[in-house]
């Protein structure tokens, strides 16, 4: 959400952000609503400070005893002006709330711009792809040849983008669970939170995903929906809050299962973990001073790529353009797993910088000890990781020629010291 003050003042700077996200200018229609909204508050103010007056002239009257029924009448016709003024202005102002809520944050100014992922930049890259003296296998073919993945049980019971887990995979996807919030939490600074997994439409609206992007979620009814990430829940405790300034940044993570209808993916992904509707995922969502934020964005990025050089797992981290990055971003980057069945990397982390967006939209203010009134927070998500990606990455690249997958000797630990997984166990 954006301050109509401020595109008011900066009208060709607004429209700059917006071409650089490959949108139309939209500031004039924004600020003619604005006006239009400002013109009926002024006009229902002066109505009614006139009606304050008419009030003393009828008192004046009836204290000398003269007619006052010519005011009176008076005095209710302005009623009906200021109620109709009123309600132009609320028109107005629900015209131009709609406007602004569609309209996607503006990139920051170190961001490439382009129309697609085709320009996004990468920055870095860790480790090698592993090679392998046999041909590599996708992560569907490893697990189901040990009997350890069914995505046809799956299908029966809940349909298409569903898998069950069993036996050894199903622990390391909570043995993963762990570790990561283990590292967050006893090495990052991130304060572990469990948070509800159904939120009201103001929470969601809060972060950006309503009413823009409401066919991606599912909805449970009685006024709740089912989070597509914890980022939701994890920015929405400091909603309509005026927080410490001593307190930032705040860093919380949590492990939550996350739920997406995938609308927009017909056709992707179809088989495997990929893109699930039910999948599990440890969030990291940081709070911060609006002057810090970009520090933090570089941090938590580190954050969710020590977790993939713990695992053993190659990646590269790129910066979106301006044409690929998400609605409430100003600045996202992708951290992406090599994955050798697909000879490709793929997204497996994404860190933006939202920076007082969603603060905006959800009233998240701080005030500073050293001036007066408040300042909007800045909002920061990133995945630390996508857990049944970070499963399938373990599958594909620590896989052995015989069918077996070696387990990292980070995540032994938590897997009660095993070594491999295999169809035997």
């Known amino acids: 959400m954006f301050d109509i003050k401020w595109i008011r003042e900066n009208p060709d700077d607004f429209d700059d952000g917006l071409a650089r996200r490959g949108l139309k200018p939209a500031a004039a229609g924004l600020v003619d609503l604005d006006s239009r909204r400002r013109e009926a508050q002024t006009r229902a103010q002066d109505i009614q400070a006139g009606r304050n007056r008419l009030a003393k002239q009828i008192g004046a009257a009836k204290a000398k005893g003269e007619d006052a029924s010519a005011i009176i009448a008076e005095v209710s016709r302005s009623k009906v002006e200021q109620a ?20 996607p944050n503006l990139p920051a100014a170190d961001v490439p711009v382009g129309p697609d992922e085709s320009a996004n930049v990468e920055v870095r890259r860790w480790g090698e792809p592993p090679s392998f003296d046999f041909t590599a296998k996708q992560h569907f073919d490893i697990g189901e040849a040990m009997g350890l993945m069914d995505f046809e049980r799956a299908a029966h019971m809940s349909g298409a983008r569903f898998v069950v887990l069993t036996g050894a995979l199903a622990r ?23 948070p509800p997994a159904l939120v009201k439409d103001t929470a969601l609206y809060g972060t950006g995903q309503l009413p823009k992007f409401g066919e991606d979620l599912f909805r449970a009814g009685d006024g709740f929906w089912l989070i597509p990430t914890a980022e939701v829940p994890l920015t929405n405790l400091v909603a309509d809050q005026i927080i410490d300034e001593t307190t930032l940044p705040r860093r919380y993570t949590a492990m939550t299962w996350c739920f997406r209808s995938e609308a927009g993916a017909a056709g992707k992904d179809t088989r495997g973990m990929i893109r699930l509707h039910q999948f599990t995922k440890v969030e990291m969502v940081s709070i911060t001073h609006p002057e810090r934020s970009d ?58 910088n939202c920076g007082d967006f969603q603060a905006r939209r959800m009233k998240a203010r701080f ?59």
């Open 172 to 194: 390391m996807e909570r043995a993963l669970c762990n570790f990561m919030l283990d590292l967050h939490t006893g090495e990052h600074g991130l304060m572990e939170v469990n």
């Open 295 to 352: 520090d933090e964005l570089e941090r938590m990025t580190g954050c969710a790529e020590e977790v993939l050089k713990r695992l053993e797992l190659p990646y590269r981290t790129a910066v979106l353009s301006s044409g690929d990055m998400g609605f409430g971003a100003r600045k996202t980057y992708d951290v992406e797993v090599w994955l050798p069945g697909q000879d490709r990397y793929r997204e497996i982390s994404s860190c933006s």
């Open 84 to 103: 109709e003024a009123e309600a132009a202005a609320r028109v107005a102002s629900e015209e131009l709330d709609r406007a602004l809520e569609g309209i």
């Open 367 to 425: 005030r500073p000890a050293d001036t007066k009134g408040t300042r909007f927070v800045h909002t920061l998500n990133g995945s630390g990781l996508a857990v049944g990606r970070a499963l399938v990455a373990i599958l594909e690249n620590h896989q052995n020629a015989d069918g077996s997958v070696s387990v990292p000797q980070a995540l032994r630990p938590y897997m009660g010291g095993m070594e491999r997984i295999s169809s035997d166990g």
